[in-house]
């Protein structure tokens, strides 16, 4: 069998995609992570819209406007980190046959985002002591050995390559996609196109998305998480003392399979210290990371030729919890960086053999039989014709020896697949005429298709972030287990143009819900080098944001009449019934302390500028007090030191219960150098009404929240009311909150002790559509049920539109059984009803040590259970206890005659 098939069979059971792209088509804006992760698209601190070098850390085969500036985020072990991004060539099966996203995360040391954006070098002697893994004046992800050995290693042969010209180049760094081996830092150009990749990776995976979930197993045996890997090294002797860790040439040597690693001839050495001949390569296991199995799911369906929004109004959204095992990677508190691969995968030939599996379609048997193609000339073996019912006599002509302009290959119809190829879709007749055949002419139209683009990877990696265990934040012990949400700011400086493809600023979460006695975390950072004609406020080109609590409502917003109702569109006014504190309408903070002094007599709006708390120490002074109760008839407003509004109000504590300490470095941006113990301290630095001198990054170790309650806040430096806004809002409650996003495939998830779950079957989504919704669990209090409120997933009412017809939602709503009872559902469509709705008799089930009563559901709104008394239950007991009061009789009078005959 030759070597190129004994590769093929050896490699392609651990091949997936071919996630490819062009190293000279760099026109498209194509996939760009943001929200808590923010990507660089290959980014250092550019001050102008596009990046200098697209080559200086990887390929992401993305626009040159794409990305933001380097800047630092922490965050800590147990945190829950919203991961969004945009990709504009849609994902789903809305006009792709393939579409696979790929999350991965590493932490290394010597990892860096450099200072310089000229791209790392690969020989040494134009390195800091010649040695490139230090040299701190270029950035670095994968080390220099990594890309030493791909250079050394051979591609795999066995793969299709269509009908692009790989003269005779044998090393990794050569691909289909950029057969010029062009070098992007120290990426492989094979391991950054397939996945799973055959060789050793540094990265680990996080997530997957595939237009495929049947493959999601075949994915997650595969991940380097949970297998090792095997590959052909260099011994220690000959890399250290022959190659000096520097390999020279791409020469692709070292063989992928193990027979040929340890027979190669070519494999011998002479040791000139020694004068011996030794063995230069050794078959050696890579072991797996030792972690969980990446979490797999169907991607959601997305818009072709966009960069926005899945679906309602918030962003495709991966919430990572940061793993306790990322301690154990050396650099995690220097430098790990999350990276995002979008494969789009073209229908025109099959890319994997069947759903379940991950093995390619097609192969090295498919490409051009031509030794050294030509990709405009020379067609791929791929039977394209045969899709339209053509046979291989009407496409011959395309294969001849002359080029595709020639006479000769115009007699061909076309369909095959080389680069713009010219199709007739109409045959000679009626279009062509039906005279002698050298009178004949075809129609052709030619198709704008590059054969290293079916299909094509982009891709987006973050700056450095360092990771903390929570301990140092004192979140020890039994906290240990508890939440700790990011709350961060996404976007950058500009109007929604300038800023393109990245977006304004907007907070993240959207809302931030945070379950009572667990952790926030307030972190964002910028950049004071964005182009300094960018709109905004405060320094040109500068980034910064800050957090305030808003004003109250200024006039009564269900007040109907001339001044109408703003609506409910977010559930708004239902939350403000229940507590919450400032108004997304208004665009005034409201105060962070109450004013020790009394206010002024004539202060129109104290009684609407309600404040975040009642104080516990400040009240109106004595006199002040006096002059108020002997002239309270004659000022216009009824209540000038809000003394009514803290009556009615009560003791509502501030933002999440937060101390004034935290809220003022919130809304000021004042250096925290330790917020609590002997060595406090909150300092100002200069220019700061705008917040120029605060800094680019604003960080705080996550604090407990103290109280729960709904509070809107803004950034005072950015929200322009009509030209931005930048608003948010936190919610703390003791209820659960689960955000889902279900397709086609289903949904299900493990029970979680005292929460209510969901489940969807496979087919009850529309095909090529989600169904994102959030599932809030209010807990129980002393009563029989929870109360389950299903809503959308960014407030907003919910909609089952994407329901197939007469399919449902199966929720499962944790109660307390009663004996002798069955659990019945009600419903209500709004939580200002008053009356609760019959829905329907529900069965029981058990798990996490949770009784949940289950029902099927179809729309949004809130749901309960009660225990009704179960009539056939009574029955049995009642005819239970007359068969036992029956046989009891029974055997006493049995036992009763039987003494009596003995006497």
Same mark, same amino acid.
């Given at each position: ?79 829950? =980190?919203?991961?969004? %991004? ?40 134009? &390195?800091?002591?010649?040695? &490139? ?98 590959? &052909? ?5 000959? %890399? ?14 070292? $063989? ?32 797996? +990371? ?5 979490? @797999? ?38 430098? &790990? ?6 494969? =789009? ?6 890319? %994997? ?21 030509? $990709? ?107 939440? =700790? ?10 109007? =929604? ?25 307030? @972190? ?102 006096? %002059? ?69 990054? +604003? @960080? ?46 289903? +949904? ?156």
């Amino acid at each position: 069998r030759p070597a190129e098939q004994v590769q093929r069979m050896m490699m392609f059971p651990s091949t997936l995609i071919l996630l490819f792209a062009s190293q000279h088509i760099l026109v498209h804006s194509d996939v760009f992570l943001g929200g808590g992760a923010k990507g660089s698209n290959n980014r250092l601190d550019e001050r102008g819209r596009d990046r200098a070098n697209g080559n200086r850390m990887f390929d992401s085969q993305n626009n040159n406007r794409g990305g933001y500036n380097v800047g630092h985020m922490t965050y800590y072990t147990g945190e829950s =980190i919203p991961i969004t %991004w945009t990709n504009q060539h849609s994902s789903g099966k809305y006009q792709l046959d393939g579409t696979e996203l790929i999350l991965q995360y590493t932490c290394d040391t010597l990892m860096r985002d450099g200072t310089t954006t000229n791209r790392i070098p690969d020989d040494p002697t134009d &390195c800091q002591d010649y040695n &490139c893994d230090t040299d701190i004046e270029y950035g670095r992800h994968e080390s220099f050995a990594s890309y030493q050995y791909c250079k050394a290693t051979s591609r795999n042969k066995g793969l299709f390559t269509a009908n692009q010209n790989m003269r005779n180049r044998h090393s990794a760094k050569y691909t289909r996609q950029d057969n010029q081996g062009t070098r992007y830092g120290y990426e492989c150009p094979e391991e950054r196109d397939y996945y799973p990749y055959w060789r050793d990776s540094m990265w680990r995976d996080m997530a997957i998305y595939t237009n495929t979930p049947q493959r999601c197993s075949a994915y997650q045996q595969e991940s380097q998480n949970v297998k090792s890997r095997w590959e &052909c090294r260099y011994t220690p002797d000959y %890399w250290d003392n022959v190659l000096m860790g520097y390999v020279s040439s791409s020469s692709g040597e070292l $063989p992928l399979n193990q027979v040929d690693c340890e027979n190669s001839e070519n494999g011998w050495y002479v040791n000139m210290a020694t004068n011996t001949t030794l063995y230069k390569y050794e078959w050696i296991e890579l072991p797996s +990371f030792g972690i969980d199995a990446p979490a @797999c799911t169907q991607t959601l369906t997305t818009r072709v030729n966009h960069h926005g929004l899945t679906g309602g109004r918030s962003f495709w959204t991966h919430n990572w919890k940061v793993p306790d095992s990322i301690l154990d990677l050396p650099g995690h508190d220097r430098c &790990c960086v999350v990276r995002l691969r979008y494969n =789009i995968t073209t229908a025109d030939y099959p890319a %994997w053999d069947a759903d379940e599996g991950i093995g390619a379609g097609v192969d090295y048997l498919n490409n051009s039989n031509v030794t050294s193609p030509d $990709p405009d000339d020379d067609p791929a073996w791929i039977r394209t014709w045969e899709q339209f019912g053509l046979s291989y006599e009407d496409i011959a002509y395309s294969f001849s020896s002359d080029n595709a302009d020639s006479d000769t290959q115009k007699l061909s119809r076309g369909y095959v697949f080389r680069n713009d190829p010219e199709v007739d879709p109409f045959g000679y007749e009626p279009m062509g005429g039906s005279g002698a055949d050298d009178e004949k002419s075809r129609i052709l139209l030619e198709l704008a298709i590059n054969t290293d683009q079916f299909g094509r990877t982009f891709q987006d990696r973050t700056h450095c972030f360092s990771v903390k265990d929570r301990a140092e934040a004192g979140i020890t012990g039994n906290s240990r287990s508890k939440d =700790i949400t990011l709350v961060t700011v996404s976007g950058k400086r500009g109007n =929604i143009v300038q800023t393109y493809p990245a977006t304004e600023y907007f907070f993240m979460p959207e809302p931030a819900f945070i379950y009572e006695d667990s952790y926030v975390h307030f @972190c964002w950072t910028g950049s004071n080098r964005n182009p300094n004609n960018n709109d905004g406020q405060g320094l040109q080109g500068s980034d910064r944001s800050n957090i305030c609590p808003l004003t109250q409502p200024q006039w009564d917003k269900q007040g109907g009449g001339e001044l109408g109702n703003y609506g409910d569109i977010d559930g708004a006014l239902s939350q403000r019934a229940s507590g919450a504190v400032g108004d997304l309408g208004n665009n005034y903070p409201d105060w962070i302390v109450e004013p020790e002094y009394g206010l002024p007599v004539y202060y129109n709006y104290a009684p609407k500028r309600d404040l975040p708390r009642k104080s516990t120490t400040a009240e109106a002074s004595p006199s002040a007090s006096d %002059w108020w109760n002997s002239n309270k008839d004659s000022v216009p407003y009824n209540d000038p030191y809000n003394e009514f509004w803290f009556s009615e109000r009560g003791a509502v504590s501030q933002m999440a219960g937060l101390d004034e300490n935290v809220l003022g470095a919130l809304c000021t941006l004042r250096k925290t150098d330790n917020l609590y113990g002997t060595q406090f301290g909150l300092f100002d630095y200069g220019n700061m009404e705008e917040l120029d001198d605060a800094g680019t990054t +604003f @960080c705080i170790a996550p604090v407990k929240v103290q109280s729960t309650g709904i509070w809107h806040y803004l950034s005072t430096r950015n929200n322009n009311f009509s030209n931005r806004s930048q608003k948010g809002t936190l919610i703390v409650s003791n209820a659960y909150t689960m955000v889902v996003s279900a397709t086609a495939s289903g +949904f299900s998830q493990s029970a979680i002790t005292g929460q209510a779950n969901v489940v969807l079957l496979p087919d009850f989504v529309q095909d090529g559509d989600s169904l994102d919704f959030t599932v809030t669990t209010w807990l129980n209090r002393g009563e029989t049920s929870t109360i389950v409120q299903l809503s959308g997933n960014d407030g907003a009412s919910f909609s089952s539109d994407s329901l197939t017809e007469d399919a449902w939602i199966e929720l499962w709503i944790p109660y307390t059984p009663k004996s002798l009872s069955k659990p019945k559902a009600w419903y209500k469509a709004v939580a200002d009803d008053e009356e609760w709705n019959e829905h329907s008799d529900a069965s029981i089930a058990f798990e996490a040590d949770t009784h949940y009563a289950v029902v099927q559901v179809q729309q949004g709104g809130y749901y309960t259970i009660s225990n009704e008394p179960d009539i056939l239950a009574y029955i049995a007991c009642i005819l239970g206890v007359a068969l036992f009061a029956t046989a009891f009789f029974f055997v006493v009078k049995r036992n009763c005659i039987r003494k009596k005959e003995t006497v």
